[in-house]
């Protein structure tokens, strides 16, 4: 069983930063597809930013020019970094992994990030 656990959500004002990380327990480079998802009260999980080998990486509209995803390969960790935080980045976020030709994909258990004065 892969491990994946979100961390560095909290309380933010608006216009903020923050950085969440994501640590895996497998080496990362054998996963195809690394995304970082939100989901706010009451709504659906949506994307927030994806990797891929072939695509690199993309970005929701929403986000765009504020938050900056990595990864590093040593630490088998996922990184999303958030500027100019707003309130309607307020969400819990979590962290996929999924590797296609295994036909394998985990979800992490979500960390809150709230943008608040």
């Known amino acids: 069983q892969v491990h994946v656990a979100e961390s560095g959500g909290g309380l933010v004002q608006p216009g903020g930063s923050l950085r969440l990380s994501c640590v895996v327990s497998?080496?990362?480079?054998?996963?195809?597809?690394l995304a970082w998802y939100r989901q706010a009260p009451g709504k659906e999980r949506d994307l927030v930013a994806s990797?891929?080998?072939?695509?690199?990486?993309k970005y929701a509209d929403s986000v765009k020019g504020r938050f900056t995803f990595s990864r590093d390969t040593d630490q088998n960790t996922l990184y999303l970094q958030m500027n100019s935080l707003k309130s309607e980045d307020t969400a819990v976020y979590y962290c996929?992994?999924?590797?296609?030709?295994?036909?394998?994909?985990?979800w992490g258990q979500g960390t809150q990030v709230t943008v608040s004065q």
């Open positions: 990797h891929t080998p072939a695509g690199g990486t």
């Open positions: 996929l992994i999924r590797e296609v030709s295994m036909s394998r994909a985990y």
């Open positions: 497998e080496n990362i480079v054998v996963f195809d597809y």
